[in-house]
């Protein structure tokens, strides 16, 4: 325990009157909510890349936060060191999960053998740590959008040495989340896209991206890896168009290629607002197709138009998620990983605990109260009676099939004209407000 001396282990639960910047006003890990813990619940996890890796560089400056883990000795001592703090963080922050890339907890080598070696011997000790600290691995990925040669695509690249690159890393990414019992492994396809038409042909390139998720799926069934495959859909950023663009565009693609039943999908807040879309609509065209395994907790700014990655903290935007993660029963094997990372002004560690208890906090807010509005019915009344015409007559005759275009037709020439019921937008929205307090 040596890199964050200043904070408490764990972390305080202290209630929504307490100003202590470092305790929990929401976020009571072992409160019931219905017949789970918030814990449970939530499952809440830390992303390596952003919390342990991130410097605060961008694009117009160098990095801005100095951590004690990145800096002194080879890079594999520096990797080593940031497990350390990794472990020491989520102990304090008393929370569960963590989420990595390869290239996150492990160097680059030399060659790519040295990267798999280096892989393998971090891998080992986070396994280690895992057993020590009881904390569990929520997904594993690779990262295939970093090196430059996935500068043009990974599994889709014109270039087969570059798909067959990216092949071997997955496949080496896949048996390390297994070796740390990961209870999920993503795929986010950064640069499965393109840049211009003039150089692309498209159908190639998502033949080639089934073609890699089918190797994928063959070879998890191989080793017996019991884990989740998730997609995590974004419509551009880094490459312009990308192929996984969004909930119903990655469903399509796996309907279309016989996928559909080895996939759930990993939906971000900052990449529905990306994609044009609420956070809510990407979870609730997920959760429709039995297809919302889990969440990226973040969200973006209203006023930038990229891929901002800030800590979650909208009360009314974690409500209506939870409100659908609790309609569908939960999330199994996914959780709430908050891929998120602190402004590049934000230079300090403590603000890295501030951070995750404003995330946790909104969303255990959040979860309260979609479980009040759920447990008090109104609005699934409401539905219900939105939809009633379907349960007799026409309606039901229409979903049934056995009524068609022209039976209609002989019907509606001699019927009255159909009676308009309000949707009661506003009265649903006051309601909702009703419950934020
Ligand atoms: C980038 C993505 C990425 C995935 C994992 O925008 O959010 O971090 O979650 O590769
Ligand atoms: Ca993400
Ligand atoms: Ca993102």
Request: proline share 3%.
């Amino acid at each position: 325990m040596a890199y964050f001396p200043d904070v408490p282990s764990p972390i305080p639960f202290e209630g929504r009157d307490s100003k202590n910047p470092l305790a929990f006003k929401w976020y009571d890990k072992g409160r019931k909510v219905g017949t789970k813990t918030m814990a449970d619940h939530l499952r809440c996890s830390v992303a390596y890349w952003h919390t342990m890796k991130g410097s605060g560089a961008d694009m117009f400056g160098a990095p801005s936060m100095q951590r004690a883990w990145s800096n002194g000795g080879s890079p594999m001592d520096i990797a080593r060191k940031t497990l350390d703090a990794t472990f020491e963080f989520l102990q304090k922050l008393g929370v569960t999960y963590y989420c990595f890339h390869d290239r996150d907890i492990a160097p680059a080598g030399a060659t790519f053998a040295e990267s798999c070696r280096n892989l393998e011997a971090i891998a080992g000790e986070a396994k280690l740590l895992q057993k020590e600290t009881g904390i569990r691995l929520l997904w594993g990925t690779a990262n295939l959008f970093g090196d430059p040669i996935y500068g043009q695509g990974a599994a889709t690249s014109p270039n087969a040495a570059v798909m067959a690159r990216a092949a071997a890393q997955v496949k080496l990414a896949i048996d390390v989340t297994q070796m740390l019992g990961g209870e999920n492994y993503v795929f986010w396809g950064g640069r499965e896209g393109y840049e211009t038409l003039l150089n692309t042909d498209i159908r190639h390139e998502q033949d080639q991206m089934a073609r890699f998720f089918r190797m994928a799926v063959d070879y998890k069934k191989q080793i017996g890896f019991t884990g989740q495959f998730l997609i995590e859909p974004k419509p551009a950023e880094p490459s312009k168009h990308q192929y996984d663009f969004d909930a119903a565009t990655t469903l399509g693609f796996l309907r279309a290629y016989g996928l559909t039943d080895h996939f759930k999908l990993n939906i971000e807040a900052n990449h529905a607002t990306l994609a044009g879309h609420t956070f809510e609509h990407e979870l609730a065209v997920a959760s429709a197709a039995g297809a919302l395994g889990s969440v990226d907790a973040n969200r973006g700014d209203l006023l930038l138009g990229w891929d901002t990655d800030q800590f979650p903290t909208d009360v009314y935007s974690a409500t209506f998620a939870m409100m659908i993660i609790l309609q569908q029963g939960g999330l199994g094997t996914g959780g709430l990983n908050f891929d998120a990372k602190v402004r590049r002004s934000s230079t300090d560690t403590l603000d890295l605990f501030h951070a995750h208890i404003g995330g946790m906090d909104t969303f255990a807010r959040g979860l309260l109260i979609a479980h009040e509005i759920i447990s008090d019915g109104v609005l699934a009344q409401h539905l219900a009676n939105r939809y009633a015409s379907f349960a007799s007559g026409i309606g039901k005759d229409i979903m049934d099939g056995t009524v068609g275009l022209a039976d209609i037709y002989q019907r509606e020439r001699e019927s009255q004209d159909p009676v308009l019921t309000s949707g009661r937008q506003e009265m649903l929205e006051n309601l909702i407000n009703s419950y934020i307090r």
